[in-house]
């Protein structure tokens, strides 16, 4: 699964509306959004713990969805995945992405507890039935984030075209 199978998913029309901006803003912040919600798992993947800890909370998340609306969503669970994909940095990401030129109008404060489940289902899904342990190393989890993030139909593998650098720029301590 690449990261845009991903985008193609997400419920961008609802997103727009629930947030009260225009699909094409919504589809932008969803990009921006999911890039970051990623890239912080694909960090918390690199340890055992973190690897661990993201393949239980994918077990709460596997299952078959008829239909993936915003009002389907329990976003107070998706505030706490975006607590634990984020830490300590969840303040000054939101904020950053907030005021981004990119993505004007748009409260990631909102955006991110409604995105993270989203995400979530969709990479359990994409996980059942993949072999190997839980750790960063061959055919953990780690890999299958690092695949979605790197297997774009975008150029040069930015996801849905983004530049990933230029939206994680100084989020993660510099780091993706």
């Not at 919504?26 to 890239?39: D, R």
């Not at 993936?68 to 607590?83: L, N, Y």
């Not at 303040?91 to 992405?97: D, H, P, Q, S």
């Not at 890999?143 to 989020?171: A, E, Y």
Request: hydrophobic share 35%; charged share 20%; no cysteine.
């Amino acid at each position: 699964m690449a990261y845009d199978d991903i985008l193609k998913q997400v419920p961008i029309g609802d997103i727009a509306k629930r947030l009260g901006v225009a699909p094409d803003v919504a589809k932008s912040a969803v990009e921006q959004g999911g890039a970051v919600l990623l890239s912080g798992l694909a960090r918390n993947a690199s340890s055992p713990d973190g690897s661990a800890a993201i393949e239980k909370a994918l077990k709460k998340h596997q299952g078959p969805k008829t239909s993936m609306s915003v009002d389907d969503i329990d976003q107070a669970d998706g505030g706490k995945i975006v607590t634990h994909i984020l830490g300590p940095d969840e303040k000054k990401v939101t904020e950053k992405l907030t005021t981004s030129d990119k993505t004007a109008g748009i409260d990631f404060g909102k955006l991110l507890p409604i995105l993270a489940p989203i995400i979530m289902n969709l990479i359990a899904d994409a996980n059942k039935g993949r072999s190997g342990g839980t750790g960063g190393g061959q055919g953990g989890i780690g890999d299958l984030i690092g695949g979605i993030l790197g297997g774009s139909s975008g150029t040069g593998g930015r996801p849905g075209g983004i530049d990933l650098g230029s939206v994680l720029g100084g989020l993660f301590g510099g780091k993706k």
